[in-house]
């Protein structure tokens, strides 16, 4: 059976009066109940309800009394004796109505609802609402067996056919469990502890009644128990996009209970407040200091917060502007909204929901808006810098000792720093060095100009310096002891009550990493309060009736106003410490240019810088001098210093220069011959680099230094001449040797010029460099050289050579290296002659080395040799040919010889038609 009413929630909700007011004809529940009043309540709400949407009510009673009931309707103030006199309210028992002739027929009690439900609405009534006790059934009346097959019927015979609604009473503590489990069995719907729920366990009256009944309810459970699963996995993607949709809300979001615990922080609540979830949630608000301010920026009280105000009074609060002020000092401005939620009660709010947005820009742009009217309204003062400057007592600048701001600065750029924030606040200022010596003195006007002169006055003395000392001029105590030097010392800013009462801020002035002194101002609003007026009078020996004129002469600052000139004071200290860091540079850059120019003279190095827009070049007398010239005769036009280049190198130098000018190189290195004033010309070494560009990349200025290498060039040359005999010399003496060895071995004569043809075809295409290639070619031509204390007899041995012969051979590589091992040449050519029969997988000769042991000089000497002996004829054997080579070095490429090498050489062959030559 489908139920006509539909859209129940389980359970409803926790206003019973409302969950009882939207029950619908049709609709059949039982009343589970403990507690008399919780039955009160309900069946007081159920019969009211009904009266007041035109339904005839019917109650039966049975343990209690008509007059009982009608006690409790009065005890809730219902009068319901007028329903009783119309006939819309029916009080009967149940001997009149369940157990009427003396025992229940469920049939029978059917019949006298259908009849009472046609009754009403013949008599104008929309509907019958009836309910009954059922206590009746614990007597033993005749047919109360048959209670549950009642109940089972009515949800067949009555509720889906006439518009009539029942609950049914059951107290459960009175009847045995198996009836109630019979109970929840036959009712669509159940009330219980001011809750009703659409009942998960009905079942159907046919499935009820049915014989097979035990067997169907287990079926069911079952089904039961997959609706269930169906249901917790819909709670829970609900529950996943409620989150979801939680936490991409633009706005902050809390749920908070009335205890003050934090339930749910969405994830823009996380970013506006800049408190994490795990540090909030399940704690009390009351756990986290919020630092929540008004919009004047006195703190926000506690008992105003509109969560607070939502859960003591029920009502939602709508746009309330709040500050946090965060540690860093920054305030996130925030609009709040607050909306109750009730308890089944209905009277106290349980819990309230807070939304809110981030303001800050929307804040920001109105403070701004307040400065440019604040600032448009105040009448400005064209001499705003003599009025700060009548210092009675004189300039304490006089007495400073240190000076490095005050030298650095300067008196008067200092004043019109200050000027920028002091004309906001119209209070006192001052600047000091990191020892106390004031940069600029106590600047000051109105309330505190005149203070600061009378506490001058207090000191007795015409002496700035004995003033300072006396501890009696209260106005600088307070300004340096109490804000500025603490300032300095924690390197932090100070805000303090100064004694004038008002407050001082201090900043430290930071350059080159340190604290090189600090800054200050008073702010605020002097003082009304006349006892206030009057301690002040006293402490600094003034009028009274004065000093209240000069509060009352002071126009207030707003607060935005005094945020605005902080920031100003901050800045203020930041462009000073910059223009301390550019002077102390600059006095470092003279002294580095002094000792430089020291330096290149010392040194004798000519100095030139050329300025690309004038094309004039500025030298140093060294530059001049070192070719002969004085410098008054050297042009300074560029076109005239390259005239001076010798007309060889003139092509040479240009290019490398215009690579320089072009970007394409950072700077230049170029030897090059100029004339000297005597006609002859003198090698220069040019090192130069461009260091200013114009926006388009062009070169605007380059400088560089021209260094005396005559000599060494001389030198030079003279050196490589002597290399190049040496060379000739020792090329001689390899080929001499070279030649012996093939005199002893008739059958090998040409072999190390052979294999020196190929190593350095080998060596060649694979890039290495020329004076590799050279050592590589004389190693090869004499690889063999070893051979020479083998006796002929052996080497010219047509048969297999014998062990021991053998082992004569294997020693040629060692006897080689030591014929050249003492013998100095750029590139290891001993070596290469010692390692030239080794192979890569160690099975070579003498010393069995392997893999990167082996240097590639000896292993492209190693191939070449293969080659070529492979395809040459031998007392032994006769030639192979040049495929059969090849064939080997393929085949044991990586194993015995080098796979790049074996590559290269097969190319040579295969792809350039490589050939010997005789």
């Keep these: 059976m489908v139920l006509k009413n539909v859209g129940y929630h389980e359970p409803y909700g926790y206003d019973l009066r409302k969950l009882l007011s939207n029950l619908k004809p049709h609709d059949h529940l039982c009343l589970l109940y403990e507690d008399k009043k919780v039955w009160a309540d309900t069946v007081v709400h159920y019969i009211h309800e009904g009266l007041k949407q035109n339904q005839k009510c019917f109650y039966v009673v049975d343990e ?40 229940f027929d469920p049939d029978s009690m059917i019949k006298l609802l259908i009849s009472e439900t046609e009754k009403a609405l013949d008599e104008g009534y929309d509907a019958l609402r009836v309910t009954g006790e059922m206590t009746w059934a614990l007597r033993g009346i005749k047919g109360s067996e048959k209670i549950l097959e009642y109940e089972a019927k009515l949800n067949r015979d009555l509720f889906p056919n006439y518009p009539c609604t029942a609950i049914c009473q059951y107290d459960i503590r009175r009847f045995d469990p198996e009836i109630i489990k019979g109970v929840i069995l036959t009712h669509p719907l159940i009330i219980k502890d001011r809750k009703i729920y659409r009942n998960f366990y009905y079942i159907e009256p046919e499935d009820f009644l049915n014989q097979k009944k035990d067997e169907i309810q287990v079926k069911h459970w079952l089904d039961n128990l997959e609706r269930e699963n169906q249901l917790i996995e819909a709670i829970e993607n609900k529950e996943e996009e409620y989150r979801t949709v939680f936490n991409t809300l633009n706005e902050g979001v809390i749920l908070q209970k009335n205890t003050g615990e934090i339930l749910s922080f969405n994830n823009n609540a996380e970013k506006i407040l800049g408190v994490k979830k795990e540090d909030i949630v399940g704690k009390s608000s009351t756990d986290y200091d919020w630092q929540m301010i008004e919009e004047d920026g006195s703190d926000f009280p506690p008992e105003k917060h509109p969560s607070i105000r939502t859960l003591e009074t029920g009502e939602p609060c709508k746009d309330i502007v709040m500050g946090q002020k965060k540690k860093d000092g920054s305030i996130t401005w925030i609009n709040v909204n607050t909306n109750p939620i009730f308890g089944e009660n209905g009277e106290k709010p349980k819990a309230v929901v807070i939304s809110f947005s981030d303001i800050t820009k929307r804040k920001k742009a109105e403070q701004k808006l307040d400065q440019i009217k604040w600032m448009l309204s105040v009448k400005k003062d064209k001499a705003s810098r003599e009025k700060y400057e009548a210092q009675p007592y004189g300039s304490l600048t006089e007495l400073n000792k240190s000076g490095l701001i005050l030298k650095s600065v300067g008196e008067n750029i200092l004043k019109d720093i200050a000027l920028d924030y002091l004309n906001l606040l119209e209070t006192s200022t001052a600047i000091y060095e990191k020892n106390g010596d004031y940069a600029l003195g106590i600047f000051s006007s ?59 801020y201090a900043v430290p002035i930071w350059a080159n990493g340190k604290v090189i002194g600090a800054m200050n101002f008073g702010y605020g609003n002097p003082p009304k ?105 050297i042009d300074e036009m560029v076109d005239a210093w390259k005239e001076l280049i010798h007309p060889e190198d003139k092509k040479r130098v240009e290019e490398v220069v215009q690579k320089t000018n072009a970007g394409v190189t950072d700077e230049f290195k170029v030897a090059h011959r100029l004339k000297c004033k005597s006609g002859e010309y003198k090698w220069v070494l040019n090192w130069g680099r461009v260091i200013e560009r114009d926006s388009n990349g062009n070169p605007v200025r380059s400088t560089g230094i021209h260094i005396d290498i005559d000599e060494l060039r001389k030198t030079q040359e003279a050196l490589k001449e002597s290399m190049n005999q040496l060379k000739k010399i020792s090329e001689s003496a390899i080929n001499a040797l070279a030649s012996a060895v093939d005199l002893r071995d008739p ?75 003492n013998i100095e040449f750029t590139y290891p050519l001993a070596e290469m002659i010692y390692q030239h029969h080794e192979r890569l997988d160690g099975s070579g000769y003498p010393r069995g080395l392997s893999g990167d042991e082996i240097i590639l000089e000896a292993r492209i000497i190693a191939v070449a040799d293969v080659v070529e002996a492979m395809s040459s004829h031998r007392p032994y054997r006769q030639a192979l040919g040049i495929d059969a080579a090849l064939e080997e070095i393929e085949k044991n490429a990586g194993k015995l010889y080098d796979p790049e090498v074996v590559k290269t050489c097969i190319e040579l062959f295969k792809e350039e038609g490589f050939e010997f030559k005789d």
């Design 64 to 103: 209690n009394t008509a007059q009982e009931i009608r006690g409790i309707f009065s005890d809730k103030d219902i009068d319901i004796s007028e329903y009783e006199n119309t006939g819309q309210f029916t009080i009967a028992k149940e001997r009149d109505t369940y157990t009427r002739g003396g025992h």
């Design 529 to 633: 309060d006349e006892d206030k007026l009057k301690e002040i009078a006293e402490k600094y020996s003034v009028d009274i009736d004065k000093l209240k004129e000069k509060s009352k002469e002071y126009k207030p600052r707003p607060p935005f106003i005094v945020e605005f000139a902080k920031e100003q004071l901050h800045r203020s200290a930041r462009l000073i410490g910059t223009i301390v860091e550019r002077s102390q540079a600059m006095e470092e850059l003279k002294a580095i240019n002094t000792r430089l120019q020291m330096a290149y003279e010392g040194a004798g190095l000519g100095i030139w810088d050329q300025n690309f827009r004038t094309n004039k070049v500025v030298r140093t007398g060294k530059w001049a001098e070192m070719l002969g010239y004085k410098p008054e005769e």
């Design 747 to 821: 059958y090998t004569a040409g072999h190390q010029r052979k294999v020196a043809q190929l190593a350095v075809a080998i060596a060649k295409k694979m890039d290495l460099d020329p004076e590799r290639i050279d050592s590589l070619r004389l190693a090869a031509l004499v690889h063999d050289a070893g051979k020479i204390q083998v006796p002929s007899e052996i080497l010219n041995k047509p048969g297999k050579l014998s062990d021991l012969e053998m082992s004569l051979i294997k020693e040629h590589p060692t006897v080689g290296w030591k014929l050249f091992k």
């Design 446 to 504: 109105s309330w505190c100009s005149f203070l600061d002169s009378a506490s001058r006055k207090l000191c007795k003395t015409e002496d700035n310096e004995k003033a300072l000392k006396s501890g009696k001029w209260l106005c600088h105590e307070c300004c340096w002891k109490e804000a500025a030097k603490p300032a300095i010392e924690k390197e932090k800013p100070t805000d303090i009550p100064c004694e004038g009462g008002l407050r001082l």
